[in-house]
């Protein structure tokens, strides 16, 4: 049996990153493979969120994944924590894996940054929850951008240990699909640094909501270097920013990067620039008007979360049910 769980947390704007790393994907895998897409909403916590904004977050990216269009009939959208399976196996999760495990996960020291000993205990943990919601499911693949490849290793490593210890055959090692030519789109002020909702500056990406106007003025106050375009994908070699544009552009136009260097290789970036402001556009544009119509009605978007709620609970619960028989916490 082929599963697919995958989740994105509102903790800001969806940007194009998200859109082309993972969601894009999930709606192309929707109609061949049973699919439970969720908003994890108790991993933004991890972070300070206040709660007015948190909960327009969450009706906002349930938005955003109904207008890039994945169908609520066919697939399972819900928002974490109406789901409390997740929860209570992220508890097993925190005993079976290691500390050092844990102390190995570059975004925890990415996102503490200088000040660990400050950082929550959420946000040090998260990997586990995360594997919970995959494991809960018994999700055999998870569509990701590649900043998720590490945690998805530490998610087999804990089906692993915990089929190993307690001698079953429970947990499946669930395989990232990471697909596409923009797994790893990076930020448009900095091209070693991932683009993320959580960046402050909002320069440094384009988000699903942004006008014409505003995607034009960050193209062309995007990083760059003086030389124009190369012919060929090598010649993309230590120029981080043009390979960056050079993968946004051949994700949203559906090419290779080679295809798109064929077309524009030896193009100064100011002409190169307005060729993928229009592409993004003609991309963005009718996934944001659909946005904007979607949440001008927050009660049916509730409904499909409520939903979605109802149908991830009835699969999660025998799971759990199971899953606490093997650890042996009675059940009376
Ligand atoms: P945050 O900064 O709060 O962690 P984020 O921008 O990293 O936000 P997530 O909600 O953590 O977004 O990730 C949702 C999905 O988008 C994941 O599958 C992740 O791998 C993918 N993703 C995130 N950023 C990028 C990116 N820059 N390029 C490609 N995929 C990405
Ligand atoms: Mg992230």
Same mark, same amino acid.
């Given at each position: 049996?082929?599963?697919?769980?995958?989740?994105?947390?509102?903790?800001?704007?969806?940007?194009?990153?998200?859109?082309?790393?993972?969601?894009?994907?999930?709606?192309?895998?929707?109609?061949?493979?049973?699919?439970?897409?969720?908003?994890?909403?108790?991993?933004?916590?991890?972070?300070?969120?206040?709660?007015?904004?948190?909960?327009?977050?969450?009706?906002?990216?349930?938005?955003?994944?109904?207008?890039?269009?994945?169908?609520?009939?066919?697939?399972?959208?819900?928002?974490?924590?109406?789901?409390?399976?997740?929860?209570?196996?992220?508890?097993?999760?925190?005993?079976?894996?290691?500390?050092?495990?844990?102390?190995?996960?570059?975004?925890?020291?990415?996102?503490?940054?200088?000040?660990?000993?400050?950082?929550?205990?959420?946000?040090?943990?998260?990997?586990?929850?995360?594997?919970?919601?995959?494991?809960?499911?018994?999700?055999?693949?998870?569509?990701?951008?590649?900043?998720?490849?590490?945690?998805?290793?530490?998610?087999?490593?804990?089906?692993?240990?915990?089929?190993?210890?307690? #001698?079953? $055959?429970?947990? *499946?090692?669930?395989?990232? +699909?990471?697909?596409?030519? /923009?797994?790893?789109?990076?930020?448009? %002020?900095?091209?070693?640094?991932?683009?993320?909702?959580?960046?402050?500056?909002?320069?440094?990406?384009?988000?699903?909501?942004?006008?014409?106007?505003?995607?034009?003025?960050?193209?062309?106050?995007?990083?760059?270097?003086?030389?124009?375009?190369?012919?060929?994908?090598? #010649?993309? $070699?230590?120029? *981080?920013?043009?390979?960056? +544009?050079?993968?946004?552009? /051949?994700?949203?136009?559906?090419?290779? %990067?080679?295809?798109?260097?064929?077309?524009?290789?030896?193009?100064?970036?100011?002409?190169?620039?307005?060729?993928?402001?229009?592409?993004?556009?003609?991309?963005?544009?009718?996934?944001?008007?659909?946005?904007?119509?979607?949440?001008?009605?927050?009660?049916?978007?509730?409904?499909?979360?409520?939903?979605?709620?109802?149908?991830?609970?009835?699969?999660?619960?025998?799971?759990?049910?199971?899953?606490?028989?093997?650890?042996?916490?009675?059940?009376?």
């Amino acid at each position: 049996m082929n599963r697919i769980f995958s989740g994105v947390q509102p903790t800001g704007n969806l940007h194009l990153g998200n859109y082309l790393g993972a969601i894009r994907n999930w709606v192309r895998l929707q109609s061949d493979y049973e699919c439970l897409f969720c908003v994890v909403d108790q991993h933004a916590i991890t972070v300070w969120q206040d709660p007015a904004t948190l909960r327009h977050a969450i009706r906002e990216v349930t938005a955003g994944l109904l207008a890039a269009g994945l169908d609520p009939k066919k697939n399972v959208l819900f928002n974490q924590s109406t789901v409390p399976a997740h929860a209570q196996l992220a508890w097993v999760c925190n005993c079976v894996a290691r500390m050092g495990w844990l102390n190995r996960m570059t975004q925890f020291k990415e996102k503490a940054g200088k000040n660990r000993e400050n950082a929550s205990v959420g946000l040090f943990a998260y990997p586990n929850l995360m594997a919970a919601d995959i494991l809960i499911y018994k999700a055999t693949h998870v569509p990701v951008g590649e900043d998720q490849k590490q945690h998805l290793e530490l998610t087999r490593d804990i089906a692993q240990k915990f089929n190993n210890d307690y #001698g079953v $055959d429970f947990f *499946p090692l669930t395989e990232p +699909l990471i697909l596409g030519e /923009a797994t790893r789109v990076m930020s448009l %002020r900095d091209g070693s640094k991932k683009m993320s909702k959580s960046d402050e500056s909002d320069f440094s990406r384009i988000n699903m909501t942004d006008t014409a106007d505003t995607i034009a003025q960050k193209l062309k106050k995007a990083k760059t270097d003086p030389e124009p375009l190369p012919e060929t994908v090598e #010649g993309l $070699d230590g120029r *981080p920013e043009a390979a960056n +544009l050079v993968g946004i552009y /051949a994700a949203l136009a559906d090419l290779t %990067r080679a295809e798109v260097l064929a077309r524009v290789g030896g193009q100064p970036f100011s002409a190169f620039k307005n060729e993928l402001t229009d592409l993004a556009v003609s991309v963005l544009q009718p996934i944001n008007t659909e946005m904007a119509r979607l949440m001008a009605d927050p009660g049916a978007i509730d409904a499909v979360l409520r939903d979605g709620a109802e149908r991830a609970n009835a699969i999660a619960q025998p799971i759990l049910a199971d899953i606490y028989d093997i650890v042996g916490l009675l059940r009376p």
